[in-house]
Nanobody
Framework: QVQLVESGGGLVHAGGSLRLSCVGS????????MGWYRQAPGKQRELVAQ???????TYTDSVKGRFTISRDNAKNTVYLQMNSLKPEDTGVYYC?????????????WGQGTQVTVSS
């Protein structure tokens, strides 16, 4: 079983920065891919960035060059550093852990943290 707790959201002006953190509990966390999704009002949840247990990263095109995902396996923590924020980055950001060692693949989710970018 995996539990995820996010922190670090808030209100920031366009061009500003925020850092999100997600702490996972459970022995499996350090072995599975973790990532960040976001959901804007009236839109579907979308993948923002993902990092495997070995540190390979994936980003959606709209955040490349601005956001950086990283993880500290010793702390079971994944981070999302968000720079040059834009109003379109506004939404609820959810931490995700994707357990590929079970069939079917199982997704764990955090409770979400609000990020609001004002213009």
């Amino acid at each position: 079983q995996v539990q995820l707790v996010e922190s670090g959201g808030g209100l920031v002006h366009a061009g500003g920065s925020l850092r999100l953190s997600c702490v996972g509990s459970g022995r499996r966390v350090r072995f599975i891919a973790m990532g960040w999704y976001r959901q804007a009002p009236g839109k579907q949840r979308e993948l923002v960035a993902q990092i495997t247990s070995l540190g390979d990263t994936t980003y959606t095109d709209s955040v490349k060059g601005r956001f950086t995902i990283s993880r500290d396996n010793a702390k079971n923590t994944v981070y999302l550093q968000m720079n040059s924020l834009k109003p379109e980055d506004t939404g609820v950001y959810y931490c995700n852990a994707k357990d590929i060692f079970v069939t079917p693949v199982f997704d764990y989710w955090g409770q979400g943290t609000q990020v609001t970018v004002s213009s």
